[in-house]
């Protein structure tokens, strides 16, 4: 991990890969902080605030006389307070199915907008997300070029965000622009769609370190569904 992450993060991420992993199962006690101490040679304050953002994050819950249970092993928890699109309209009854997904790299020139954040080469994910059956919403990743191409037998099967995790980029936070526009010819007809414009949405997330890691853009036919949020307060 790069030397200006502290240490008290480097340990978290150690502890949350030890969660995903199944190592600590959901419902089960993390070692005590007096464990980790001896298990990672740093002092209890340090545990103390790995274990803290752990908690934020929605992966374990902190209780006093009893210790620290794992409550969740998702890979994006820091979604918990506002439920994923996705998420949202398979609870509203909807099919909602991921199609055509390709990968491929791309070479910026340093005119490029994506230049900045990449270099000169880019991997490129592309992926249709279809409603019922429909297509519904195409998305565009753009990642590091040194990430090298999954090998696996369905790639409509893959998950971008674990994806990132197994190739240690770590996402910090990221945010999303939300704008009106005409996308390309290709992906009107991708979303069967004579013309725009469409709802876009650009996200950039970052780091810790606040290097960018992935930058997206996802188009919508809102013609069949609304965009929604939905937050728990």
Avoid: C, W
């Avoid at 605030?49 to 249970?69: H, N, P």
């Avoid at 519904?136 to 965000?161: A, C, M, Q, R, W």
């Avoid at 930058?215 to 036919?221: D, G, I, P, T």
Wanted: proline content about 5%.
């Amino acid at each position: 991990m790069n030397k200006k992450t502290p240490l008290y993060y480097s340990i978290m991420e150690t502890i949350k890969d030890s969660i995903i992993n199944g190592v600590y199962p959901i419902n089960s006690l993390l070692p005590t902080e007096t464990e980790f101490e001896k298990i990672f040679n740093v002092s209890k304050i340090t545990i103390r605030k790995a274990i803290d953002l752990l908690e934020k994050d929605g992966y374990v819950s902190k209780q006093s006389g009893k210790g620290t249970t794992v409550i969740s092993n998702s890979i994006f928890n820091k979604l918990s307070n506002g439920y994923s699109f996705a998420n949202l309209l398979k609870q509203q009854g909807y099919q909602v199915t991921k199609e055509n997904t390709q990968f491929e790299y791309i070479s910026l020139d340093p005119q490029h907008e994506l230049f900045p954040y990449f270099g000169r080469k880019s991997l490129e994910i592309t992926r249709f997300y279809y409603l019922d059956g429909q297509p519904y919403i195409h998305l565009t990743h753009y990642l590091p070029g040194d990430i090298e191409i999954p090998v696996i037998k369905n790639h409509n099967d893959f998950s971008l965000y674990m994806f990132l995790y197994k190739n240690h980029y770590f996402i910090a936070h990221f945010h999303d622009d939300f704008l009106v526009e005409f996308p390309p010819v290709r992906i009107l007809e991708g979303l069967n769609l004579e013309k725009g414009p469409v709802l876009g949405r650009k996200r950039i997330s970052h780091d810790i370190n606040q290097k960018v890691v992935e930058v997206s853009y996802a188009r919508y036919n809102t013609r069949i569904h609304s965009y929604q949020i939905q937050y728990d307060v």
